[in-house]
């Protein structure tokens, strides 16, 4: 089954305790991303990979680190959390960026920091 | 960082009515999707358009690409109870790999 993995679904955590929340996708899709998910505000893009050991930044990047060291994951890193990355996170990914594209969404991992 | 306006932000409606929602940017778009998120569960999603002036329906959900390609409208016919749920637009601008996308439009059916 086609689908986009994201770990763990849910995490309580502390300011400052290092973390990272991993994405699985087995679709051989190039294009992958991370968003968080707040209330009022919708979807916005964290960081997004074009492919292998290529990243950039999407409209809100501070105090998240990305890799992609192979196809198939996208590990989003917070290096030192903070109460204000408490939010919904959701990751993506499509057969290739751009235009015609439609992205396919985890089920979504919510982290509270305290 | 750039959001689209998606109105409205929430809609009651009764089981059987026709809804309509839209979403505008002030910067052009070449690309239109519509998603909806029940709870628990990420994004899926059910139009995607292409071209300005492009109408595209997928069962009960039409939608529609705007002639200035900044602003697209989702409408849903004949609602039905599992309708419940939040629709978002998305949309990608010219030579830029991301994906900006609405508030959201929360949508509640009375049966």
């Known amino acids: 089954e086609a689908q986009v993995t994201q770990n763990p679904r849910y995490l309580i955590t502390v300011t400052g305790k290092k973390l990272t929340v991993t994405c699985s996708q087995n679709m051989n899709h190039e294009y992958m991303s991370w968003y968080r998910q707040d209330p009022g505000l919708g979807l916005r893009q964290i960081y997004y990979s074009m492919n292998v050991e290529v990243t950039d930044k999407g409209d809100v990047p501070e105090g998240y680190k990305v890799s992609r060291k192979e196809k198939r994951n996208f590990p989003l890193i917070l290096e030192s959390p903070s109460p204000n990355q408490t939010s919904l996170y959701f990751c993506a990914s499509s057969r290739a960026g751009g235009n015609n594209q439609p992205q396919h969404f985890g089920d979504g991992t919510r982290l509270s920091i305290l | 960082g750039q959001q689209l306006n998606q109105s409205p932000q929430s809609m009651f409606i009764q089981e059987g009515e026709d809804v309509s929602m839209n979403c505008t940017s002030s910067s052009i778009f070449n690309t239109w999707l519509w998603y909806k998120q029940e709870p628990g569960e990420g994004p899926v999603l059910l139009i995607a358009?292409?071209?300005?002036?492009e109408l595209t329906s997928n069962g009960r959900l039409t939608a529609q690409f705007g002639i200035t390609r900044k602003d697209s409208f989702l409408n849903i016919s004949a609602s039905i109870p599992s309708d419940v749920g939040i629709y978002f637009c998305?949309?990608?601008?010219?030579?830029?790999?991301?994906?900006?996308f609405g508030t959201g439009t929360r949508l509640k059916v009375l049966a």
């Open positions: 998305a949309g990608t601008s010219s030579g830029t790999y991301k994906y900006i």
């Open positions: 358009l292409y071209k300005a002036g």
